[in-house]
C-alpha cells in the first residue's frame, strides 16, 4: 500500500479482520459493515463513502476499497463514488469499472439501491431491470448479456451430459 500511495482504507468485509494499515503511511480506515446479500442497505453508506473518497483525492491522496472478492460491495461503493463525483450515470460507471475489472457484478439489491442513488443525483436511472425467467427474479438490463451467455453454456453443458 505504501508503494501504490494508499493513504485511505475502505473495508467493507465484516466477515474479515481489520485491514493491516501501514505504520509509514498511516492511512485513514473506515470499516462499512454491510453483508454480501440484497436486502442489506448499502445505499446508507453512499454519501459517506463517496465524499470521503473524493476529500482524499482533493488532498493528493487515494482509496483502497475493497470486501471479500471485490465484486459486489466495494464495486457498489465504487459505482456511487462515479456517479456522485465523477458526474457519470450508472451504466457509465458500471461500464468503466467493469473495463477494469470485468467480474464486478453487484448483486440485484445493491443496482437497485444504485438506480435510487441515480434517480436522486440525476433525476432518471440510466439502468432498467428486467425480468430474467431462469432466475425467476428481476436483474439489470446491464448484466442481460452476461446471464444470457450463463444460461446458454449451462444449457449445452447440460445437453451434453444428456448425449452420454
Not at 64 to 92: D, F, N, P, T
Not at 135 to 143: A, Q, S, V
Request: glycine share 4%; net charge neutral; charged share 25%.
Amino acid at each position: 500500500m505504501d508503494k501504490l500511495g494508499v493513504s485511505c482504507v475502505i473495508n467493507v468485509a465484516p466477515e474479515l479482520p481489520d485491514t493491516p494499515l501501514s505504520s509509514v503511511m498511516n492511512p485513514l480506515y473506515l470499516r462499512v459493515n454491510a453483508q454480501d446479500r440484497s436486502e442489506v442497505d448499502l445505499a446508507k453508506h453512499f454519501d459517506e463513502v463517496a465524499d470521503l473518497i473524493e476529500e482524499v483525492r482533493l488532498n493528493g491522496g487515494c482509496s483502497l476499497i475493497h470486501c471479500v472478492a471485490g465484486v459486489s460491495r466495494s464495486a457498489s461503493l465504487c459505482l456511487a463514488y462515479l456517479m456522485k463525483h465523477a458526474g457519470m450515470s450508472l451504466r457509465e460507471a458500471y461500464t468503466h469499472v467493469q473495463s477494469i475489472r470485468p467480474q464486478v457484478r453487484p448483486n440485484s439489491g445493491f443496482f437497485q439501491q444504485l438506480r435510487r442513488y441515480e434517480q436522486q443525483l440525476r433525476g432518471s436511472s440510466s439502468v432498467e431491470m428486467v425480468y430474467f425467467a431462469s432466475l425467476d427474479k428481476e436483474i439489470p438490463d446491464i448484466l442481460e448479456p452476461q446471464y444470457r451467455a450463463m444460461e446458454d453454456f449451462y444449457q449445452r453443458y447440460r445437453s451434453s451430459l444428456r448425449k452420454r
